[in-house]
């Protein structure tokens, strides 16, 4: 059974920096995409980065320059670094894998002095 579980969420200073993790379980992880959406209150939920297996990533130009997403497929987990965080990057930030559709029950992220 796939599970993803998000940790690494919380409040933050405008500026501040935060890194999530997305601990996935139940398939071959190396062999598989990964991605970080988020949803912000009264939004849909957007992607905000992928990485594919081999280590090529996609970065929402939104948080192109601020956010970076790796994985470690020893660890069977996916990492978000998030720096220069602004008010807007306020959500729930949700781990997903394309192949099977699986969702995280998400991490909130909060910026706000």
């Known amino acids: 059974q796939v599970q993803l579980v998000e940790s690494g969420g919380g409040l933050v200073q405008p500026g501040g920096s935060l890194r999530l993790s997305c601990a996935a379980s139940g398939f071959t992880f190396s062999s598989y995409s990964m991605s970080w959406y988020r949803q912000a209150p009264g939004k849909e939920r957007e992607l905000v980065a992928n990485?594919?297996?081999?280590?090529?990533?996609n970065i929402a130009d939104s948080v192109k320059g601020r956010f970076t997403i790796s994985r470690d497929d020893a660890k069977n987990t996916v990492y978000l670094q998030m720096n220069s965080l602004k008010p807007e990057d306020t959500a729930v930030y949700y781990c997903?894998?394309?192949?099977?559709?699986?969702w995280g029950q998400g991490t909130q992220v909060t910026v706000s002095s």
């Open positions: 997903h894998t394309p192949r099977f559709n699986s």
């Open positions: 990485i594919r297996s081999g280590g090529k990533t």
